[in-house]
C-alpha cells in the first residue's frame, strides 16, 4: 500500500484504514483488560442490565435536558452576541462582564451558585428547570462567542454593496448576512452541542437525575463501580459521537460551499 500500512496518505484505502482502526480498538480493549486484571476485578456487567431501565430513564433525561438547554443557550447566545456589538455602552458592558465571568469561571462553581444562591433567592425549586438554565446560561457564553466571531468574518463590504442597491437593513441582514452567518457557524454549534451533552453530567451535584446520577445510583446499589462507569462512558459516546461526525459533515460542506 502506497505511503506503507502505518502510515497516513492523501488517499488512503478502506482496508488499511478498517485494519488500522480494528488495531486502535484491540489496544484500548487490552489495555481496559488488564487495568481490571491488576486490580483483581470480577467483572459483572449483568448487573447493570438489571437496572436498564433506570439506566434508560436517565439517559433519556439527558437527552432531553440537552436539547433544551441548546434551544435555550442559542437564544441567550444570540442575544448577548448582538449585545456585544451594540453601541449602547450599557449592554455592551453587561455583556463582556456576563461572558467573562462565565468563561472565566468552572460551571461546577457556577451551579452551585446559581442553584442554592440565586436560585433559592428567587424561588427556582425545580431542579431540571434550574438545571436548564444554569448550563444554557453557561453554554450561552460561549455561543455568543461563536456567534460574534462569525459576524466579525464577514466582510463589512458586502453590507454597503446591499444598501448601494437599495437594500434595507433589514433585507441585508436576512439575505446577505445571515445565510453566511449560518452557514460559518453551523459546524462549531454542532460541536458545542456535544459540550453541553457532556457537562450535563455536572447536573448531578444538585441530585437532578439524569444519565450521571442514575448511574451513581445503580453504583451505590451494586459496587460494581467499573462496570457502571465503563457503561456511562459507553452511553455518552453514543450520544457525542454522531454530533462529532455531523461537525465534521458539516465542516466539509462548508469548505466546498466556500
Known sequence: MKGGLF????????????????????????????????LGL???FSVVWEYRSRIAAGFVMTIVISVF???????????VAFAL????????????????????????????????IIGSAWGVDNRYVAGVIILSIFEGAYISEIIRGGLASI????????????????QTFRLVILRQLITRILPSLAGQFASIIKDSSLLS????????QAT????????????????LGVLYFSL????????KWLERKVRYAN
Request: charged share 15%.
Open 7 to 38: 502510515l497516513k496518505g492523501e488517499k488512503d484505502p478502506a482496508a488499511k484504514k478498517a485494519l488500522n482502526a480494528l488495531l486502535v480498538a484491540i489496544s484500548v480493549l487490552a489495555f481496559l483488560w488488564i487495568t481490571t486484571q491488576r
Open 42 to 44: 470480577d467483572l459483572r
Open 69 to 79: 438547554s441548546l434551544v435555550t443557550s442559542l437564544a441567550l447566545g444570540t442575544l
Open 85 to 116: 456589538r451594540s453601541r449602547v455602552l450599557f449592554f455592551s458592558y453587561l455583556a463582556r462582564v456576563y461572558v467573562g465571568f462565565i468563561r472565566g469561571t468552572p460551571l461546577l462553581v457556577q451551579i452551585y451558585l446559581f442553584f442554592y
Open 155 to 170: 466582510e463589512s463590504s458586502q453590507a454597503e454593496i446591499a444598501r448601494a442597491i437599495g437594500l434595507t437593513r433589514a
Open 205 to 212: 451535584v444538585i441530585a437532578l437525575f439524569e444519565l450521571t
Open 216 to 231: 451513581a445510583e445503580v453504583s451505590s446499589a451494586t459496587f460494581a463501580l467499573f462496570e457502571n462507569y465503563f457503561s
Open 240 to 247: 457525542t459521537f454522531p454530533v462529532s461526525l455531523a461537525t
